[in-house]
């Protein structure tokens, strides 16, 4: 028997670097892993028990495709308290499964075959394969020479650069993985501005958003509403990454039309898990605070540690990750540095590459961890510094 070819875009599709990495290396007796962007807390307490009550109280049941009623009037407060967005609570915000469903959702929404998409870089890897599904091409925009923010000037030269690209929209994501930068007033205006200018979707990923440390995270959702996806979850700030529940916002006419793709991906989300997340939303509003101030600290001791190291990296605005260029003195790419790395003193970082254009010199270390595992960490790669210097 002959089977008719798979989708053709299928070969294109690799397990992430991340993850084949993380996977090789877990097979190192007593490796230290600082790989993977998860949340080392536990879900709060109360949001745990609103999940036990919601299974004994028969919430096992669809909820209508678009979310709970509750869920959604509880995100439309909490964003609009904290981030001054007001969705609608009824037409602009769909619940998802987590913010990867709000991505996908929002990808095909926007997209015909053959468009292109702009993706500054270093990037978060996982929208790649959603916009090659969708046979989207994505054009990166190295902003390793903007100190990883992206500038109007950047996405002008792109767009002058690539004239016959159907260029349909930009992807953003602040806080930043892997950079840990953040985007403040003026360049969310600037970007919402020049999104006007040529006639742009924005899908922006607000994951980290609650974990936004010195400034006040400013959402793309105010400067640019009638042409922005904003996509946001409990994932990151209520370390609630295996309930699954993202939120997918927009006007109401993109809204109708993303629905439509939701509806026939995943019909609704998880219904208890829906139930949890009115009460994170509406009783641990600022459950990220206590892991926010635990961050903080472990930023700020993973980054002194490398300053002294000699590695150039920016503090990190927000999020769990540190992006630090290797030294100079060491001639190493970044895949050589991880590798050697882990195998010749057990840890575990991930390479620069695994992010995109712009990556290669740098390493990414995931500071979702306990700060004893970061101390070891830092001695670890103090050794492995000290053994490669003359
Ligand atoms: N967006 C970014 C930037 C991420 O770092 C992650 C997870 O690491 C996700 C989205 C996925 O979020 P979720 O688990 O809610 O699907």
Not at 26 to 41: H, N, Y
């Amino acid at each position: 028997m002959t089977l008719q070819p798979l989708n053709e875009q299928l070969p294109a599709i690799e397990v992430s670097e991340i993850r084949q990495f993380d996977e090789s290396v877990s097979k190192i007796p007593g490796i230290l892993k600082l790989t993977l962007g998860e949340p080392d807390f536990n879900t709060p307490e109360h949001v745990k028990q609103a999940g036990i009550a919601a299974i004994q109280e028969n919430y096992s049941h669809y909820t209508g495709m678009v979310g709970d009623p509750e869920l959604r009037a509880a995100a439309q407060h909490f964003f609009k308290t904290k981030y001054g967005t007001d969705y609608d609570a009824a037409d602009e915000i769909l619940v998802t499964v987590g913010a990867t469903e709000a991505l996908a959702t929002a990808i095909t929404t926007i997209s015909d075959p053959g468009d292109a998409i702009l993706v500054p870089s270093p990037i978060y890897p996982g929208y790649i394969p959603l916009l090659t599904l969708n046979h989207v091409t994505p054009i990166y925009i190295d902003t390793s020479k903007t100190d990883f923010v992206l500038t109007p000037e950047l996405i002008e030269a792109t767009i002058a650069a690539n004239p016959d690209a159907k260029i349909k929209g930009i992807i953003l994501n602040y806080p930043s993985n892997p950079t840990g930068v953040t985007y403040h007033a003026a360049e969310v205006k600037a970007i919402a501005s020049i999104a006007e200018a040529h006639d742009l979707y924005i899908i922006c990923d607000e994951i980290y958003s609650e974990l936004t440390y010195d400034a006040t995270h400013i959402s793309m959702g105010r400067y640019a509403y009638d042409r922005t996806f904003v996509v946001n979850g409990l994932s990151k700030s209520h370390a609630m990454t295996g309930w699954r529940i993202g939120f997918l916002m927009g006007p109401r006419h993109l809204i109708a039309e993303a629905k439509k793709v939701h509806q026939y991906l995943v019909t609704a989300a998880t219904t208890i898990a829906q139930r949890a997340g009115i009460e994170a939303l509406t009783k641990g509003a600022d459950d990220a605070q206590v892991m926010k101030a635990a961050y903080i600290k472990r930023r700020d001791f993973v980054y002194a540690a490398l300053i002294q190291m000699g590695f150039e990296v920016a503090r990190p605005d927000g999020a769990f990750y540190l992006f630090a260029k290797i030294p100079e003195r060491l001639h190493m790419h970044s895949r050589e540095f991880t590798q050697a790395l882990a195998n010749e003193q057990k840890l575990a970082l991930i390479s620069g590459t695994a992010f995109g254009p712009g990556g290669e010199g740098y390493i990414r270390i995931s500071y979702a961890a306990s700060m004893d595992d970061l101390k070891e960490a830092v001695k670890r790669l103090r050794a492995f510094i000290a053994s490669r210097t003359d």
